[in-house]
């Protein structure tokens, strides 16, 4: 039976990735593989917007923040840790795990980093001893999407790198390492770029490879030093997952041939209708509209009725898959992912099952309110 995999990562992946995903095994020290890797670096930069360096690394999303401490940062270095949610928290903690002297600042899970508080805490940093501000672009565990333009301006001329993940965000939504000063920029293939679980993505700016320099951290597996002169060969450090790599290419010629401006909209355009289908229904979204993610929406549950309760009859009765809620959200949010290869008419499906799963737990719907929501803005954007 056909799954609805609403998740926010992994996500569904496209038939024409998923046929790339099974070509014949080559040779990674051979030409075909140099091509290969060039092919895609190119490609994973233009979905980026960069013309930093891009690497690619054998992990998952947390593989690359891990990479994005080891390599730029040394035991007993000052940080900022910005958190709104469960990946804010884990950030912070790997770089404490590595030795790093974190000054953690949480803001309330559902809510934005506030820029003003960000300012005074480096303001306040006189000495400019801070080496690194670590920032999640968008939180995953709450559908909230930070303003890295907005804290890129207010980093200034502090000379402290901006480490930022984009596991959930990149390619999703627009992101200029370049412009915005974003110096590292982590992501993972299982979300916006539509391909299985299993690579990372990381850019480097200049001023990143300076303070790469000065990194005294252990590092061998995630060296990005070694991956960048590997690169130059067409090679890789360490035996590449090859099927990822043809699946990646297939995958990048999906931006390409539509563009990212098309991307960009697109999953606006999915975030809208599924946030005007949730309040349709009474339910209340966990993020207000202006810093809403394009990926994911949560949604608190209603009175009296357990998130679990929801996830479980969607799964059972209609084969859609939602994602539930994590650490302090736990049971009490569900969460719709609308990224990667997902289209308006999964949203609708999605609405019209979680309509009937509502009605059944008690919740007073009437049938077709939420797709009524999904269907306008459809034919408005026709
Ligand atoms: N950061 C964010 C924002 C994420 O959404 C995720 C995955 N949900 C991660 C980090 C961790 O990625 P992974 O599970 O691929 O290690």
Known sequence: EKEYLMLPGPTPVPPRVLRALSEPLINH??????????????????VYQTKHDVLILPASGTGGMEASIVNFLSP??????????????????????????????????GTAIDLDVVKAQLDADVNQEYKAILVTHNETSTGVCNDLEGLGNIRGDHPALLLVDSVSGLGVMDVRP?????????????KGFMIPPGLAFISVSPKAWEAYAESKAPKFYWDLGSAKKFLE???????????????????????QEKGMDYMFAKQLYLRDMTRAAVKA?????????AISSAAVTAVWAPDGIEAKAINKKMREEYNVVLAGGQKQLENKIFRIG??????????LATIGALEMCLQELGYPVVLGQ??????EVIMSRK
């Not at 360490?238 to 990646?248: F, K, R």
């Not at 229904?281 to 509209?289: I, M, R, T, V």
């Not at 609308?338 to 949203?347: A, K, M």
Request: a negative charge; charged letters at 25%; aromatic letters at 10%.
């Open 233 to 255: 060969k067409g090679q890789t450090p360490v035996t590449p997952a090859l099927p990822q790599y043809t699946g990646l290419r297939e995958a990048l010629k999906i931006f």
């Open 338 to 347: 609308h990224l990667g290869y997902v289209q308006h008419l999964d949203i």
């Open 76 to 109: 007993g270095d000052k940080v900022l840790a910005l958190s709104i949610g469960a990946f804010g928290d884990r950030y912070a903690t790997i770089a404490k795990n590595y030795g790093c002297i974190v000054d953690k600042v949480d803001f309330e899970w």
């Open 178 to 190: 370049d412009e915005w000063g974003l110096d590292v920029v982590v992501t993972a293939a299982q």
């Open 281 to 289: 229904l009474g339910l209340k979204p966990l993020a207000e509209d």
């Open 370 to 375: 939420g797709t009524k929501a999904v269907q």
């Open 29 to 46: 020290r051979g030409p075909s593989f140099k091509k290969l890797i060039e092919d895609v670096t190119e490609g994973i930069r233009y």
